[in-house]
């Protein structure tokens, strides 16, 4: 019995594991222009930012308004560096913070 609860939790980690793998490598290889339409607010440690054209990023808690909804994300194929830009009070999008994926927001 116990041989099955480490095998099934030694699966989930691997798969988990491996998702992680290849969301960092098609992150990096993705040019990416493109306005965050909504979040996966979930209770959880990380929280998803979903892009129009369905790329996404994750922030590690606590994220604050690290990046909110109807931000602009910019980024060159070939990096894991991306920038965020805020509408300032005139409705035009500003600078706002840039990130590195593969460094904990």
């Known amino acids: 019995m116990n041989i099955i609860i480490i095998t099934f939790v030694l699966l989930i980690w691997i798969t988990y594991a491996i998702y992680g793998v ?6 990096y ?4 222009n493109s ?6 607010d979930s209770p959880r440690r990380s929280i998803k930012f979903i892009f129009a054209d ?3 990023v994750f922030f590690l808690a606590p994220w604050g308004n690290k990046m909110l909804i109807g ?5 060159p194929a070939g990096s894991n ?3 965020v830009y805020r509408k300032d ?7 706002f913070k840039e990130y590195d994926n593969n460094e904990d927001n």
């Not at 290849?22 to 992150?27: D, G, L, R």
């Open 81 to 83: 560096i991306y920038k």
């Open 22 to 27: 290849i969301y960092y490598k098609h992150f």
């Open 89 to 95: 009070s005139n409705g035009l999008y500003v600078f």
């Open 35 to 40: 306005v965050v339409i909504k979040s996966d």
């Open 54 to 56: 369905d790329n996404f």
């Open 29 to 32: 290889q993705t040019k990416i």
């Open 71 to 75: 931000d602009s994300v910019s980024k």
